[in-house]
């Protein structure tokens, strides 16, 4: 099956940084999203990207599945933002996804 | 609407209970999945539903079973559960399990506790 690796695994920033997150791949996909996970456990759509470049606010998303990698960008970090970031992907034909084990991230105030 | 709904929030239950999860979707989604999450792990891919029919069965024990009364609709029937089945539950559905646009949404999930 598909590996997909997330890095840095813990991340910590002070209110007001940015950060890059990244998931690498190991074969070709034609469905990728970025979830985040709040402290009770939902999970957030932010971005499905299997290609190409999306942004939503103080978030973007790029997906370059010929190099079989996305990262996610997040400016002007805020408190909020704190949680576990994961990525999924997968194949059509599948008909699931893989998550990595996801970036763990703590705004401070 | 993107919603997807869980109940029971939270579950506490004995090993020789029989209890039930329902989750709820109103997206006209086709596909339905149920993933078992732990602490500090990613979520895990139990079973997933496509048209009603059950299309994947990841090697999940048989004190876990699923039903998709209809389209709208997923159970997860729970029989004789040990105390490593405590986790977090989560339902999520998508247009069609065998589509590009597969977005899945995800539920709160419930947080089942196994005495």
């Known amino acids: 099956g598909i590996q997909v690796e997330q890095s840095p695994p813990d991340l910590i920033l002070q209110e007001g940084a940015n950060s890059t997150l990244r998931c690498n791949f190991s074969?070709?996909?034609?469905?990728l999203q970025w979830f985040h996970q709040n402290p009770w456990g939902q999970l957030i759509n932010l971005f499905y990207?299997?290609?190409g470049t999306k942004q939503n606010g103080r978030l973007s998303a790029t997906t370059v599945a010929t190099e079989r990698y996305s990262l996610l960008y997040i400016s002007s970090s805020q408190t909020t933002d704190s949680g576990v970031y994961f990525c999924?992907?997968?194949?059509?034909?599948?008909?699931?996804?893989?998550f990595g084990d996801g970036t763990t991230l703590t705004v401070k105030p | 609407d993107t919603e997807v709904t869980q109940t029971p929030k939270h579950l506490v239950m004995g090993m020789t209970n029989k209890k039930s999860l329902k989750c709820e979707q109103h997206?006209?989604?086709?596909?339905m999945y149920w993933y078992k999450q732990k602490a500090k792990k990613p979520p895990e891919l139990m079973f997933v539903?496509?048209?009603?029919?059950?299309?994947i069965n990841e090697s999940v024990p048989s004190r876990f079973s699923p039903e998709c009364p209809n389209s709208s609709l997923l159970n997860l029937h729970l029989h004789a559960l040990q105390p490593e089945d405590s986790a977090l539950y989560l339902c999520?559905?998508?247009?069609?399990?065998?589509?590009?646009?597969?977005?899945?949404?995800f539920g709160p999930g419930t947080r089942l506790t196994v005495l």
């Open positions: 539903y496509s048209y009603e029919k059950l299309s």
């Open positions: 074969d070709s996909v034609n469905n």
């Open positions: 999924a992907v997968g194949w059509t034909n599948a008909g699931k996804s893989t």
């Open positions: 990207i299997p290609s």
């Open positions: 997206m006209g989604h086709r596909a």
């Open positions: 999520a559905s998508s247009q069609v399990r065998a589509s590009p646009d597969n977005e899945q949404f």
